[in-house]
Every structure is written in C-alpha cells, then in structure tokens.
C-alpha cells in the first residue's frame, strides 16, 4: 500500500501513523501534536518532509482551525484548489488539515452578568436566576475562553467553570439556578462576580442585591399596679 497526503494533521492519537511491512508512506507538510507514544512507527518505507509540530487549535468541531493554529500557511501547493467546506485554497501556502481557514481578526470579548429574583426583595429560601453572557464582538475567532463563577456564601447552586470557542460575531448565555439560603442574614449585602480570561485579554461583570431586611414589630408595655 502506499499513503501520499500533502496536507496531514495528526493530533491528539497514541500513535499518529504506522507503516506496515510492504507499505510505503510518503508525508510532504505534516503537522504532529499530542500524539501521547510516537508520531510514526513501523517497518515499512517512510518519506518525510516539511515536518511541523505545534497546536492546530482546532474548533471544537475538530477540523475547523482556530486563530494561531500552527497549521495555517505551512502547506505546499498540490494542486487542490478547494477544502472540506468547497472554500477557495490557496495554491501557493494552503494550510495543513482539512480546513483553509483564510485571515483572521481579532477577537474582542465582553462579558455581562443579570440576576433574577424570586422574590424583590428577595427573602431566604427564595429561588433566582443568574444569566451570564460571553459576547465576541470582533472579527476573529476566540479559542479557548475560560469562564469562571463561584457562587458566593449564601447562594444555593452550582458554581460555573467552562473553557469554550467564540467565534467572530456569536455569544454564548449561561444559567444558573440557585437559592438563596435559609440561614442567610436578613440585611445581607450579596455580590457575585464572574471571570473571563483569554490570550486576546479577560475581564469580569458583577451584581449585588439585598436580602429583605428583618421586619420588626414593636408592642406597648403596660404596667399595671
């Protein structure tokens, strides 16, 4: 058998190729990442050349490539003049894999964070909502965003920790359904905080509200002789 690829990729395996006996395996630009044992192994004939290593960032679809992916530009011409997509490639510097991804922008990201109350003022026991908006308002994709929100004291629900992909124009909403804990002081000030952080630059949003201050009665004291 012999194997010629012109535009490899081989991420994220145990072994990336193996060359049998009797087969031949011809790799001109080869992009190797995270293959855990070896990248090629066997007894057959192998022919390597233009070898790279590096992240292919890939989308989490798993071909699509992502802003700094070491496979952009760093294949050479081999005469296919579209990609998986039917997308036009460039026949001089195509990138490596499945997906030529063209020019990039640059992402630019803001976060934003409501609270819905069950109860205004809210009082312990009572149920809220958070909503928690990743926006990507730029013209690049954004690999990678880490988004971060542990619940304070006296919130009731599952903290948020989420590492995703943005891409160019979209946003992504997360929610939180909490309670407000029946131990909470009547009074309380709450304030949640959630994070974003990613190589373009990170940011945060924040919220506060108060518990239902306690209701006090007051009665006359009458003394009798």
Not at 152 to 178: C, H
Request: proline letters at 5%.
């Amino acid at each position: 058998m012999n194997l010629h690829n012109p535009y490899a990729v081989t991420s994220g395996h145990s072994i990336g190729i193996t060359v049998g006996v009797a087969s031949t395996a011809t790799l001109n630009s080869v992009l190797w990442f995270n293959n855990t044992i070896t990248n090629i192994t066997g007894t057959g004939v192998m022919s390597l050349s233009n070898q790279f290593t590096g992240d292919p960032v890939f989308m989490t679809d798993g071909y699509h490539l992502g802003s700094g992916s070491t496979a952009l530009d760093r294949g050479l011409s081999a005469g296919i003049t579209t990609d998986i997509d039917n997308e036009t490639r460039s026949l001089t510097t195509p990138d490596l894999g499945a997906d030529e991804a063209g020019d990039f922008g640059v992402p630019q990201l803001f976060i934003t964070k409501t609270v819905q109350l069950g109860n205004n003022p809210i009082q312990p026991g009572d149920p809220l909502t958070y909503t928690i908006v990743m926006n990507n308002n730029g013209a690049g994709n954004a690999i990678g965003v880490v988004v971060s929100d542990t619940l304070p004291s006296y919130i009731d629900g599952p903290d948020l920790y989420q590492t995703v992909d943005i891409t160019a124009g979209t946003s992504l909403t997360f929610t939180l359904n909490a309670s407000l804990s029946n131990n909470v002081p009547f009074g309380e000030v709450i304030t949640n905080t959630v994070f974003f952080s990613h190589i373009s630059g990170s940011g945060q949003d924040s919220n506060v509200f108060s518990v239902k201050e306690e209701k006090k009665t007051y009665l006359p004291i009458i003394l009798k002789n």
